[in-house]
């Protein structure tokens, strides 16, 4: 009967490993799973920013071209007021607005 006892121990043993192995390898596959998951959004997120990057980009530029324009615009009211007999530039620009809506 000892031998019997220990082959019982020996199964049982064996089943405990097998059991804990089945246990880690659905967790293993699990992680994979989840790592996948996450290698996607990482993907996802950089084009994302990259995205965000060009159209701040592209923003900054329109941005700097409107910039450019209101400068021109004040220059060019500097040299009409000093060339004009006194007409602000403001009233100048609105003058023409409402001009062109009439």
């Known amino acids: 009967m000892n031998k019997n006892e220990e082959l019982i ?3 049982d043993f064996v ?3 097998l059991n804990k192995y089945n246990d880690l390898k659905g967790k293993y596959h699990n992680l994979e799973a989840t790592l996948a998951r996450r ?3 990482i993907d996802g997120l950089k084009a994302d920013i990259a995205e965000l990057r060009d159209e701040r980009s592209e923003i900054g530029t329109r941005v700097s071209g409107l910039l450019g324009r209101i400068e021109q615009w004040e220059a ?3 040299e009409e007021e000093t060339t004009d007999s006194g007409e602000d530039a403001q009233g100048s620009l609105f003058g023409a607005e409402v001009a062109e809506n009439n």
Do not use: M, P, S, V
């Open 15 to 17: 089943d405990n490993l």
């Open 76 to 78: 060019d009211q500097t």
């Open 39 to 41: 290698d996607e959004e």
């Open 9 to 11: 121990r020996l199964e």
